[in-house]
């Protein structure tokens, strides 16, 4: 199969960790990378920018994961489009917080951030496996976090969803592996991000061993390493990136 028929695939890959995991790949691989941004889309054409500057090439999708019909339907469209192109990388990136205590917590708030993390993931990677699976080949990351293996106040939602994905990482793992899919979860702690924005800095890398937060490239080198032929005797694992937090 000719080799620009490969693809990558990072939701919520616009901004943030999702980006710098894009500019990443197309760095470290030869895939063609596909950005999935659901809202924002000058900043996944931003992110093209920055991918073609690097020498790579890729092109921009919009979904919103948390809807299963909007992601069959875009997902579908692509596919005719591009007959032949294999998507062999999937990250799944896309995600949300809405924090506040459980107490008071809205049935949204709670719905909101599981449909966007939890079925988010379903949805797009149910869609995905049965190519990659025939294809005998892939690779698929999952974004969670320190707050789905630790736990933090106030984000009782969004550790259950990463928490489930977690656990849904390893179970998927094994159902995949014979096939040589390789199914792992990155869990980021402290990240400069817009996502991290409004955090007092200063006392939270008080309680980080390494003294700071991380920036976005380190995670993105971990993933562009689980993305290749060179992790393919890791599969079912979590890899925490948290500067030592535990």
Known sequence: MPKQTKYALITGGSRGIGKAICIQLAKDSEYHIIINYNQNKEAALQTLKQIEAAGGSGQTIQFDVSNFENVQTSLNAWQEQHSGAIIEVLVNNAGITNDGLFMWMKPQQWNDVINTNLNGFFNVTNHLIEKMLLNRYGRIINMVSISGLKGVSGQTNYSAA????????????MEVAKRNITVNAVAPGFIRTDMTEGLDEATLKKMIPANRFGDPEEVAHLVAFLASKKASYITGEVISISGGVH
Do not use: E, P, Q, V
């Open 162 to 173: 990463k928490g489930a994905i977690i656990a849904a990482t390893k179970s998927l793992s």
